[in-house]
Each structure stands twice: as C-alpha cells, then as structure tokens.
C-alpha cells in the first residue's frame, strides 16, 4: 500500500470573526485539523501534506514534524492549493488522498473505505458523497442516465434543475498519484468565484476517457463542515456525544449526556460514575471505580482509582487511588496527592505535595508545602507562602497536628508528630514531637460591655 494525505487548510476562515486560524478552533480538546490529521494517520498513510496560507506559521507549529508543510500564498481554490503539493509529492507513487482541514467528524473508518474501493477498481479519482436533505452550499454530484458521474458542479454555478441535486460533494477525494498534477495544471477558473476549483478535475478526468468513481458516505454528519461559530457548536455536540457513547461502552457510567463535557484525549476506567455538569478536559487520566461530580471540571489530572471529586476544581495535578476531595475544593497545578488524602470543603492547594493518609477537611489554603503521611491540617490554617517578593515552602512532618486557625509563616517546617496550638502564628521551626504554640495570653476585662454601651449612649 502506497498512500500519502493532503490536508487542506489554508482558508482564512472570516465568517469565524477571529484571530485564530479556522482550523486551529478546538473541538472536545484538538484542534480541528488535530481531528482530521488523527484520522488520516489511523488509514495508514505514508506521508502527509498539509496545506497552510493564513496564518501558515500558527497551523504548522501545532502540527509540529507530523507533518510537510505546503504554503499556498494566495487562496485561488482548492485545486490551486492541491498544486501547491506537486514538489513535496513529486517522488511519490501511488494513491494521494485529499481532505479538507475543517471537517472534524470525518472517521478514518470511512476514509478506509474510500481508499478500498478506488484502488480495488482502479479509478483515476474517487470522490466521497453524500445524501443531504437540505444540500444548499454544496457541489453537486451530476450523474448519467446509467448513474455514472458526469461532473460536480458547484452552488453558484449550477442550473435550477441541479440544484434540485441532493447528493453533495465532501470535498474528500482519493487520486491516482500519476498525472495528477498535470492535470491539475489543466484546470481553468472561468466560474462564478473565479477561483480553481478542485471539483473541475472530474469532468477533465471523464473528457480524457479515465475512469471516476465515488464512495457514498453512510452518516452525512461526518462531512460538516465549519465555517462559522454555529457549525462549530454542530461539531462540538455531535463529537461530544460520541465520545460519551464510547466511554460509555467501555464500562463507564454517564449520568447525563446532555450536561457532561469530556475531551477527545481523556481515559476513563470502567466502573467510574460522572455525574451532570462536569468538565473533564486535556490530557487527564481517571482510574476504576471513580466518582465524578456533579460540577467539577478537572483539568489535565492523573486520578488513581477509588476518588471521590465532588463540586471541585482540579488542574494539572496528581491525585493517588481512595482520595476524597471537596465539595467546593480548588486544587491548582503542581499538587501531588498521595493515596486516601482527604481535600475537604473550601481547601484551596497549590504546588504542594500532602503524604498518604494526610487530611486538609475544611477551609484552609495550603500553598507550596509538603505534608507528610497521616498529618491533620486543622480548619483555618494558611501556610503565609509570599512576603510580597517571593514564595517561600513549609514543611509539615508525619503524623503532625496543626490546629485550626494557624498561621504558618514560610519557610517554617513543623516535625515529625509535632502540634500547633489553635490560633497560632508559628514563624519559627517546630522540633518534631514538640508543642508549638504562639499567641497572647487571654485577658478577660471585667465589665467591659457595660461600659461600652455607657460610652455609645446605648441602652
């Protein structure tokens, strides 16, 4: 097998109304042309051509070395933009495959299935079709009286009587590398958009006498395209739910597809529950036997198995197998959270590292620190980690105790099996076993309300 990909991609994407290139756009976690690059690679090409104009350089950094790059300086039409191809597939022998770097739906299934049937029967090109009932936008797919294909024409500058066509053009075809370009260098941009449209290269093909074939396209869903923020939600939803759906025949339960979000690149183990409203984005990775939600997002995290997340926030974090975390918990990047920790509610952590067993339960901010195993962080407690200048780190032992309402004032470190007094503000190092404890003595003043409401006038 001799396959090589072109990615079309060098649109400017304006109905978008961005500063980003249309098909750097996300969709469930990739960019458009992630999701299509993705989908060729999985046909098993040999090589492949992206074709990049506006804002090239943007396109081709994401793609990184997966990829050659072809610039198309001037946008004059998809057969255009093919040609500009011809050096980085000058050598090449064999089938090219071509498609357009906005239609994040396409499988590679489908595409397997085009490449099957033209190299089995040989066609000069094969186009992929599909049924639409409402193909407004669209080429048309012009057939014989014997159902072969005659021409694609497009929208602008097809008759009344083919736009009554409902079997559209994708904008996905399958060549013969041999002649191709030549043939390309053929095409003339007398139509309607004086451009050089890629669709003319059938009707050449057929005036030569070469054969052309096409593939039907079973879910027309595939071949969306996007142009505008509206198509882009289409995508989203209909790419959404298929993720929902695979995930969910792989042993996870979804409580409610309609409110749950989960990106293309998220694992989730079997026997996990995601409850309504969550968000799970980027690259994070949850265990067996989870419970997500309702309303958390996590995002790009690596759960063990066993965790409980509840009305949290997770970023760019680590948490270990038979964690508990919030509800209301916010865990910023850079956190390591050993096995059966405990993030109760309102806790918010940052760059921090809590040992097994440790627990945080209720309303405290713990920044740039570590804790060791099976330490209790008591309610109010604050590790004071920025003079205003720079961030200082605090060091809680083992089996320590910090008492609510304590201020740990970095760099500090508090010892093994060590305890703070409630009320605390501890600025020097505890010894470990030791008891740290640093406030006023209390002083009860006689009479004092009374003589406070005297002064106000108050009775």
Known sequence: MRLA?????????????SGLPKVLHQVCG??????????????????TVLVVGHQGELVAEMVGDQ???????????????????????????????????????????????LYTEHSRSGFAATVLTADLSDPAGYGRIIRSTTGGILKIVEQKDATPAELLVSEINTGVYCFKADGLFEALSEIRSDNAQGEYYLTDIIEYYISRGDSVGAVFAGDAAEIIGVNDRCQLAVVEKVLRRRILDKLMMSGVTIMDPASIFIDDTVHIGPDSIIYPFTFIEGK??????CTIGPSSRLVNVSLGSRVNVQNSVITESRVGDGCNIG???????????????????????????????????HLSYVGDAEVGRGSNIGAGTITCNYDGEKKSSTKIGAYAFIGSNTNL???VVVGDGAITGAGSTITKDVPPGAL????????NIEGWAQKRKKLSGKK
Request: overall charge positive.
């Open 67 to 113: 990829v050659e790059t072809a610039y198309q300086a001037e946008q004059l039409g998809t057969a255009h933009a093919l040609l500009q191809c011809r050096d980085a597939l000058k050598d090449f022998n064999g089938d090219i495959l071509v498609v357009c770097g906005d239609t994040p739906l396409l499988r590679h299934q489908t595409l397997s299935q």
């Open 284 to 289: 994070s990775k949850i265990g067996e036997n």
């Open 5 to 17: 990909a072109v990615i079309l991609a060098a649109g400017k994407g304006t109905r978008m109304k």
């Open 327 to 361: 509800p209301f918990a916010y865990i910023r990047p850079g956190c390591v959270l050993e096995k059966d920790v405990k993030v109760g509610d309102f806790v918010e952590l940052k760059n921090s590292h809590l040992g097994e067993g440790s627990k945080v339960p």
């Open 409 to 411: 004032v970095a760099p």
């Open 30 to 47: 990739r960019a458009m042309v992630e999701h299509v690059l993705l989908a060729v690679q999985k046909v098993g090409v040999q090589k």
């Open 436 to 443: 740290g404890v640093a406030r006023d003595k209390q002083k």
